[in-house]
């Protein structure tokens, strides 16, 4: 009973997580007039100070000393908090100026850039349906370009960004609320210098918007570090399969947006480009949970193996097979 209330509630962590991730596009334009450059300084400076309360609590420092002795960690650390910010501050321009649709195809594309990025960064070898699948994501990017006029820019930064970032958070193996505190931290100094900068300059709408305006730009720390924080809960209670289905949830909660609340124009071509990317992904997430379904029907007949060759004989004697085979 207890493991089945640990996945509900991993389960109910991850709909949250990637339902709050879904909707955010709704909370972007709340803040303007800011610029899309100082509300990213903002969500930096707040979102260390978040976060940073959050590993107070939990007292979760001892990583510091150890990553700080580590300069090729620092390096990829640095390496992530650039691309991540990149996508951040891209991002939030392209709700602010009418791209949700655009920007939420960069995030269903992210996987099939994921896959290519492993075959030709890390030499990883793909399964067929893989390669279907990359050569659909290819097919409809091309559709969309057509469409377009020209290449969809928003989109592919977007998910090359974040695929860079996924891979550096891979090499650094840290787990959520440290990764984020360490790449906020990165960035602290020159996100607050820009906004110091801005209040010199007169153009600073934290202290020229009023004290609702300042409360929501303060709030991008919560905002940032609230859905972290639950899908970190998620990762531990629920299958990493799982995991993988959830993450759509995001971009189709933004897709919905663009259309529905932000009335984002989708004529029949990108219709058919994103067509194109929902097959790719269909193809994708099959592909995965065959072989995770055959991988654990394999694992399943090792163990009933090994279980009938521990079996004692009809003389109480463990058989030969078990006794010259060593168990892990």
């Known amino acids: 009973m207890k493991g089945t209330n640990e996945q509900r509630a991993g389960l109910l962590a991850g709909f949250a997580a990637y339902g709050l991730w879904g909707i955010v596009p709704l909370f972007w334009p709340l803040l303007k007039p800011s610029g899309a450059v100082e509300i990213l300084a903002h969500r930096m400076v707040w979102s260390l100070g978040v976060v940073g309360i959050a590993l107070l609590v939990l007292r979760r420092w001892a990583w510091i000393g150890e990553l700080l002795r580590q300069p090729r960690k620092l390096a990829l650390i640095t390496v992530a908090a650039v691309v991540i910010s990149i996508n951040w501050g891209l991002y939030i321009w392209s709700v602010n100026h009418g791209h949700v649709v655009e920007a939420s195809l960069g995030y269903f594309i992210n996987p099939l850039v994921t896959i290519a990025m492993g075959v030709l960064l890390l030499g990883e070898r793909l399964r067929p349906v893989q390669w279907v699948a990359v050569g659909t994501g290819v097919a409809s990017v091309l559709v969309l370009a057509i469409g377009y006029g020209q290449p969809p820019w928003i989109s592919l930064v977007l998910a090359f960004s974040f695929a860079t970032y996924g891979l550096m958070k891979k090499k650094v193996n840290m787990g959520g609320l440290e990764s984020l505190a360490a790449e906020t931290a990165v960035v602290f100094v020159p996100a607050l210098g820009y906004l110091l900068w801005l209040g010199a300059r007169g153009e600073s709408t934290f202290t020229s918007g009023g004290a609702g305006h300042a409360a929501l730009l303060a709030s991008t720390g919560v905002v940032t570090a609230v859905p972290l924080i639950l899908f970190g809960a998620a990762a531990i209670r629920v299958p990493l399969s799982t995991l993988g289905l959830l993450q759509y949830l995001a971009p189709v909660f933004q897709f919905i947006l663009g259309i529905v ?68």
Do not use: C, I, N
């Open 261 to 328: 609340y932000f009335h984002e124009a989708m004529p029949p071509e990108r219709w058919a480009g994103f067509g194109l990317v929902w097959l790719a992904l269909t193809l994708l997430t099959w592909d995965a949970l065959r072989t995770s379904r055959r991988t654990r029907m394999q694992a399943l007949a090792a163990r009933q193996a090994a279980a009938k060759h521990a079996e004692p004989t009809a003389d109480g004697s463990a058989s030969s097979s078990a006794m010259t085979t060593p168990t892990p």
